[in-house]
């Protein structure tokens, strides 16, 4: 039976929640409060949390003299492509371990698994003469393409089997009767049940596939093919000094789109992580 939680009891657990979250909360506030201060400020003692003479310059340095729109939307296509593609292939994968049986199946998955266990700095070399000799480099197709059928989307393939499993075998047994096939199953009915499980793929995914450096550096070469993390670290000065303020409002506007992401899909995301039993 439920019991209603007196009021001074969720008052303080309330404010014991609001002081555990300042230590995620303060870098961001600090870094968009910090993007409207002259550096001058940024470096001032005692530092000032609000900014006293707020200025916009900094934003306005973002878009001087660098592409940084086309940045903008090359991070946001490749982000976009690379989590409808990993939805596509873990679900199809993750419905293919989960329901389908054939010899080998586990020691398959297994080695599937292994993946996580490979960090990328170890592939990057033989992928970058493979994509060089395909001439395929400066362009954006290794950005693509590894993400989608490489090692990163091992995770979301697990993730998407984890859910499979959970789904009760009643459900495939009246679609048999009815006559309907594998592929028929899943997409008529395995999918559409799927929607908590895709969603913490898709935001998996594209965190991930927006916040990616290494790639970025090592594939590509003209600043109109960067994406944002590599364009971030472009905002120097004539002597190769950091302009703090300019690269913390870039990072602001870097951040615009995840939390966005987050918020729609934050729902599916903690039902995803809750029907595939990870912590």
């Known amino acids: 039976m439920n019991r209603k939680i007196p009021l001074r009891t969720r008052v303080a657990l309330y404010g014991l929640l609001c002081v555990l979250a300042i230590p995620f909360v303060f870098p ?47 991070s946001l296509y490749i982000a976009a492509l690379v989590t409808a593609g990993t939805m596509i292939v873990s679900s199809l994968a993750g419905y293919a371990f989960a329901r389908i049986r054939f010899r080998g199946q586990n020691a398959l998955f297994l080695v599937v698994l292994v993946g996580l266990l490979i960090p990328s700095e170890v592939t990057i070399v033989p992928l970058f003469q493979m994509f060089n000799d395909l001439g395929l480099t400066n362009t954006h197709w290794p950005l693509i393409l590894v993400p989608v059928f490489g090692a990163p989307s091992v995770m979301a393939t697990f993730i998407m089997r984890q859910f499979f499993i959970s789904l009760p075998n009643e459900l495939e047994e009246a679609a048999r009767i009815d006559g309907i096939g594998y592929f028929g199953t899943f997409w008529r009915i395995a999918l559409p049940l799927a929607k908590p499980a895709l969603g913490a793929v898709a935001i998996f995914t594209f ?47 870097t951040a615009i789109p995840v939390l966005i992401v987050f918020v729609i899909a934050q729902k599916q995301f903690i039902e995803g992580l809750a029907h595939t039993g990870l912590k």
């Open 207 to 253: 965190l991930q596939s927006w916040n990616l450096y290494l790639e970025p550096v090592v594939y590509l070469s003209s600043p109109e093919m960067f994406t944002l993390p590599q364009a971030l670290t472009q905002y120097v000065d004539s002597y190769g000094g950091a302009m703090w303020n300019v690269q913390l409002a870039a990072a602001s506007l």
């Open 28 to 74: 961001t506030w600090w870094m968009v409060t910090s993007s409207f201060k002259p550096i001058a400020d940024i470096f001032a003692y005692p530092p000032k949390l609000f900014p006293t003479n707020p200025t916009v310059s900094a934003y306005k340095d973002v878009f001087d003299g660098r592409p940084f729109v086309q940045q903008y939307v090359n």
